[in-house]
């Protein structure tokens, strides 16, 4: 079994930092071929936010390009997303996400986690 948890959410102003962690079980991170970080907000559909690969390549969406860094620790088993530079229009439940292959559709992803929110103000 895989299990995907994550942690780190909260309440920040607009210019802030947060990091978000996403915790694997069952499976070592680069076991997978992909781990994903994805956002909704209310009324709208689940966002690509970015990637990483297990060669470590990342790809992250324009939205959140030069703001947000995913990262992994493998000591700990770990995925991160550095958030600097929060917008309100970050604010969103996030989650963590493996996969099979790179991709920024959602419906390619295998595994999920319960997701942390994220609540950014003005």
């Known amino acids: 079994q895989a299990q995907l948890v994550e942690s780190g959410g909260g309440l920040v102003q607009a210019g802030g930092s947060l990091r978000l962690s996403c915790q694997a079980s069952g499976r070592a991170i680069n076991n997978y071929i992909v781990m994903a970080w994805f956002r909704q907000a209310p009324g709208k559909e689940r966002e690509f936010v970015t990637a990483i690969t297990w060669t470590g390549n990342t790809n992250p969406a324009d939205s959140v390009k030069g703001r947000f860094l995913i990262s992994r620790d493998t000591a700990k088993n770990t995925v991160y997303l550095q958030m600097n530079l929060l917008k309100p229009e970050d604010t969103g439940v996030y989650y963590c996400?493996?996969?099979?292959?790179?991709?920024?559709?959602?419906?390619?992803?295998?595994?999920w986690g319960q997701g942390t929110q994220v609540t950014v103000s003005s």
């Open positions: 996400a493996a996969g099979p292959r790179p991709s920024s559709a959602w419906g390619e992803y295998l595994y």
